[in-house]
T-cell receptor, first 111, second 111 residues
């Protein structure tokens, strides 16, 4: 049982480059989330998808886009990376709000 | 805005002692609270949760206490072990599908 799988685990981008972070879950959860984690600031919600076919903005959506490709997969795209987007990104899934399961994270550095 | 926060950013505990990690929340609409543990380089892991109609819930070596009067949440870890060294986050659900996280408390267990 893999749970939530994120790829890649590490990435270095130059300012202005684009990339997509991939996330897949095998628990048949309806809801999926993208968070970023910065030192001393906890986890902040970027976007979420309450169910397949829907996406909504979270607390810090600027500079990001998402796609709920199907029930299993939820991707996060940075169209033009900026140094302020250097962070650790976590994908999570759940049934409604309860019992989030997190992936192991993607460490992104933008130079 | 309203948010979840933790009283102390760090906590040092002697191995074998009990640990108490505190969290204050300000959103009176929240009806569900969770504690997560995050080890270095990993994603957050669910520890225990509690609903607002309860004031105490026990798990294996952990107890969560909820005081709605003063909007306070605590996590007690009995007989703290070296493997308990991690960052602990409390989270609340201010509305459906989304969790709001505090900044975290780093627990260090001294041998």
């Amino acid at each position: 049982n893999a749970g939530v799988t994120q790829t890649p685990k590490f990435q270095v981008l130059k300012t202005g480059q684009s990339m997509t972070l991939q996330c897949a879950q095998d628990m048949n959860h309806n809801s999926m989330y993208w968070y970023r984690q910065d030192p001393g600031m906890g986890l902040r919600l970027i976007y979420y998808s309450a169910s397949e076919g829907t996406t909504d903005k979270g607390e810090v959506p600027n500079g990001y886009n998402v796609s709920r490709l199907n029930k299993r997969e939820f991707s996060l795209r940075l169209e033009s990376a900026a140094p302020s987007q250097t962070s650790v990104y976590f994908c999570a899934s759940s049934e409604a709000t309860y019992g989030y399961t997190f992936g192991s994270g993607t460490r992104l550095t933008v130079v | 805005g309203e948010s979840v926060g933790l009283h102390l950013p760090t906590l040092s505990v002697q191995e074998g002692d009990n640990s108490i990690i505190n969290c204050a929340y300000s959103n009176s609409a929240s009806d569900y609270f969770i504690w997560y543990k995050q080890e270095s380089g990993k994603g957050p892991q669910f520890i225990i949760d509690i609903r607002s109609n309860m004031d105490k819930r026990q798990g294996q070596r952990v107890t969560v206490l909820l005081n709605k009067t003063v909007k306070h949440l605590s996590l007690q870890i009995a007989a703290t072990q070296p493997g308990d060294s991690a960052v602990y986050f409390c989270a609340e659900n201010p509305d459906d599908y989304k969790l709001s996280f505090g900044a975290g408390t780093t627990v260090t267990v001294r041998a």
